[in-house]
Nanobody, 122 residues
Framework: QVQLMQSGGGSVQVGGSLRLSCAAS?????MGWFRQAPGKEREGVAV???????MYADSVKGRFTISQDNAKRTLYLQMNSLKPEDTAMYYC???????????????????WGQGTQVTVSS
């Protein structure tokens, strides 16, 4: 079992920055961030494996950075140059299966944080 506790988020103006944190009881091979905007399906934002390999959605490349602090067992999502279309509920997630690579499909992620709202206003 993995417990994930999120913090961070909030409201910011266009072009601003926010950092999300996800404290984990333990890390799994793949950890990631997903988001869900009102009326839309949940989508992958960024994932990271324990070797440091990262993947980003095209919509956030160059603006968002996923990272983890092993000593603190905390996953981060640094979000810069925020846009109104980044407004969503953000979730951290952990995939308990070590495949040797990470996947985007949210249905393989077994553990989820409670979610945190990010609102970007113009």
């Amino acid at each position: 079992q993995v417990q994930l506790m999120q913090s961070g988020g909030g409201s910011v103006q266009v072009g601003g920055s926010l950092r999300l944190s996800c404290a984990a009881s333990r890390f799994t091979y793949c950890m990631g961030w997903f988001r869900q905007a009102p009326g839309k399906e949940r989508e992958g934002v960024a994932v990271m494996d324990s070797d440091g390999m990262t993947m980003y959605a095209d919509s956030v490349k160059g603006r968002f950075t996923i990272s983890q602090d092993n000593a603190k067992r905390t996953l981060y999502l640094q979000m810069n140059s925020l846009k109104p279309e980044d407004t969503a509920m953000y979730y951290c997630a952990a995939d308990k299966t070590n495949r040797g690579y990470c996947v985007w499909a949210e249905n393989v992620y077994n553990y989820w944080g409670q979610g945190t709202q990010v609102t970007v206003s113009s």
